[in-house]
């Protein structure tokens, strides 16, 4: 495969992911967030699964051969951070914008580098600084433009925290990379931990609510459309889509095609779901952006999306 076609396969990746915040959204809509996170889940666990299924048996394996690394209790926290990091997104879809969640979630990359520090404590550089200073200008010009606002907004306050739990994703996703662990059997795993905790906490605290949950999504094509499609094409499909990209490109180009994610986003948010496209929230957007590319000049050699 050449480079050009590998680099072509990672951006319609990122198409899909960036699609995934529009959706999300819409779907919300409908369902609660905790339901649509279990349905999502338990559906592209089962695609995951029949789709690979030789490689996830012989990787659970391999894993159960292993368990004195320690490398099934990361997959499982790993599990635990994606159902954490999925709900807060979900949330805050519910109260913000969709261009506006793409870019917080975005500034996952810029925590790796301070998350390091505390654990690793390695060293953060000077344009790591000045990137989350330029991205603090971004995230308010979005979301309050060049006004004073009374409050924060809860929304923000709820992605910005899952951008930073992301970040935690990542660093452990590479770890266990290390490990060299198929990567069907560990998304696999992470999607079905993932529809443990949802449907687990849908049939505890919401028990009566399957029936219209389904009711909805079996009656409302739409709904059915929107929920199929976040399966497939905005959880399973894009994976597969990096693991085939990634093969021939090397990180740093790869971190610099999933950058344009909040980009697609916004896009994907102003032309097919009617979302205003103010001014000002270009003007934030850019500065996220920017903070990004000052970022990846000196980090994207360690970034590896999850």
Sequence with gaps: MKKTTAIVLLIIATVFWGSNFAFTKSLTNALSPMWLIAVRFCFASLLLFSMFLLPIIKGSRRLLKESGHGTMKRI??????????????????????????GFIISLSILFIPFIEFVFRKRRISTNVKIAAVVAIFGIYFMSYGFSIPGHFAKG?????????????YIILIDI???????????????????????????????????????AVLMNDRHVLF?????????????????GVGQKIVDTQTAAFVYILEPVFAMI?????????????????????F????????????????G
Aim: glycine share 6%; with cysteine; aromatic share 16%.
């Design 176 to 214: 266990i990379a290390k490990r060299k662990v198929h990567a069907a059997c560990l998304m696999f795993y992470v999607f079905f931990i993932t529809a443990i905790l949802s449907s687990g906490h849908c049939l505890v605290f919401s028990p009566l609510s399957w029936s219209p949950t389904f």
């Design 156 to 168: 923000d306050i709820i992605t910005l925290l899952c951008a930073v739990i992301y970040s935690v």
């Design 268 to 288: 994907i948010a102003i032309f097919f779901f009617s979302e205003a496209p103010e001014s000002v929230r270009f003007i934030g957007a850019a500065f996220v």
């Design 226 to 242: 929107d929920m199929c499609f976040i399966v497939v094409f905005g959880s399973v499909l894009p994976y597969l889509l990096m």
């Design 290 to 305: 920017a903070a990004q590319l000052i970022a990846l000049g000196v980090g994207a050699s360690r970034f590896q999306r």
């Design 76 to 101: 499982l926290l790993l599990g635990f951070i994606n159902f954490v990091a999925i709900y807060l997104i979900t949330k805050g879809l519910t109260e913000i914008a969709i261009s506006n969640s």
